[in-house]
């Protein structure tokens, strides 16, 4: 290895990130990655991997201490310059160890920001931007407070789950107190917020040294929230660029981070704007590439390949050296994807010229388009979604949260 090579130790529970992966590599770097024993056979960039490395049981089941002790080992030969956590649930697992290692990035107390919803709901609101009314579910009287004045619905969120996993929507305060009840001890994990209608975007970005390099607006035709609690197809396209509404998301995300102490990577932020007041309300973020496949419609949008460019991103800090961000393209995208009854769906009739990508995975049918038009975007997207539902959509119960952290 040259000397301008640096060694990356990449974190992940769930198959994703071999763009990022394949970055590395290309830059010259040594790569390891830690995955769940269940991800041996999953496709992963294998020619970029130097070392790959298993961990038993899968997301929450890992033991830390055990995870510490095996990269002390790797550490015994080989210096490691970097950790990097490619999905919401290896957050803690990175700043975990970068604090017991002393390995430069993101610490522990920043990495709740990022994972927390209850720490970065508070430190939203502290620094003056808009959140939905919520109440941590610590104390009784405050439950009832919230209950007594703030109307319903309301939805109760753990305050570690990723996506839209194990949110219950409620809509009076005997129902209220019936879920926080069977929650029985694991109530701490939760929070009650006020549920607010109106559209929901999300900002899909890169940063470096605390500014924001690069930012893609998109709008969820069909929210995360509704695909969890009644199944159907989810759908999201690129906002207008120059809109009120991209101006105003762009502004509260960079105030989102400076507020948050993000210093480099990439991000992705979920914002809603009310229909009853037209406000827009921070919702929640993470320190990693929007998942869905929604980095694939960002780069039909842009040209700008999220994975990669993070990638680079930390190869230049780990080397100081200059990170030059690619020039963005102002294209539109969109996805439409849904469970599918059939592992491999045939999609061969979907042929228009605007097909971007083709979603690869297994039980799932799902295309993103790409073009000039933004009313092309969306038509197709409607179009797409009735036909997917017609040929090939099923559901499949929500899974149930078990554990928390």
Not at 192 to 211: M, N, R, T
Not at 342 to 359: C, Y
Request: net charge negative; aromatic share 10%; with cysteine.
């Amino acid at each position: 290895m040259s000397e301008s090579s640096k060694t990356f130790l990449c974190i992940s529970n769930y198959f994703k990130g071999n763009a990022f992966l394949q970055a590395l590599k290309k830059q010259g770097n040594r790569v390891f990655l830690v995955t769940s024993e269940k991800l041996k056979e999953s496709p992963w960039a294998f020619e970029s991997i130097d070392e790959l490395f298993f961990m038993p049981g899968q997301d929450l089941d890992w033991d830390l201490n055990i995870l510490l002790q095996g990269v002390g080992g790797l550490m015994k030969e080989h210096k490691i310059d970097s950790i990097i956590a490619l999905d919401d649930y290896d957050v803690e697992k990175a700043t975990f160890l970068r604090e017991n290692l002393r390995i430069a990035g993101m610490g522990q107390s920043t990495g709740r920001y990022f994972r927390d919803k209850l720490a970065m709901r508070i430190k939203a609101q502290d620094a003056g931007l808009k959140v939905p009314a919520f109440s941590p579910l610590f104390n009784d009287e405050d439950i009832n407070q919230f209950a007594d004045h703030i109307s319903a619905p309301w939805v109760l969120k753990p305050r570690s789950e990723a996506s839209a996993h194990g949110i219950i929507k409620v809509h009076t305060k005997e129902e209220l107190w019936e879920n926080i009840h069977s929650l029985g001890e694991n109530r701490l994990y939760y929070l009650v917020e006020q549920f607010k209608p109106g559209d929901v975007y999300h900002a899909d970005g890169l940063i470096l040294g605390g500014k924001n390099i690069f930012l893609s607006v998109s709008q969820y035709l069909t929210t995360p929230m509704e695909i969890s609690q009644g199944g159907g197809i989810f759908r999201s396209a690129t906002v207008a660029y120059g809109s009120e509404d991209e101006k105003a998301i762009k502004k509260m995300n960079n105030d989102i981070m400076k507020a948050f102490g993000m210093k480099s990577g990439a991000t992705h932020t979920e914002f809603i704007k009310c229909r009853e007041d037209g406000e827009i309300y921070f919702l929640e973020t993470s320190s990693r590439v929007g998942g869905a496949h929604l980095a694939e419609m960002v780069e039909a949008a842009t040209g700008v390949n999220l994975w990669a460019e993070w990638a680079k991103i930390e190869d230049a800090i780990a080397k100081g050296t200059e990170y030059k961000a690619p020039k963005s393209s102002k294209n539109y995208g969109g996805i439409v994807l849904t469970l599918s009854h059939t592992q491999n769906p045939d999609l061969r009739s979907f042929d228009d010229p605007e097909i971007f990508f083709r979603v690869p995975l297994a039980y799932h049918a799902g295309l993103i388009v790409q073009s000039k038009d933004r009313k092309r975007v969306r038509h197709l997207l409607d179009q797409y979604a009735e036909r997917l539902s017609t040929e090939f959509s099923t559901s499949a119960a929500a899974p149930e949260v078990k554990k928390f952290h």
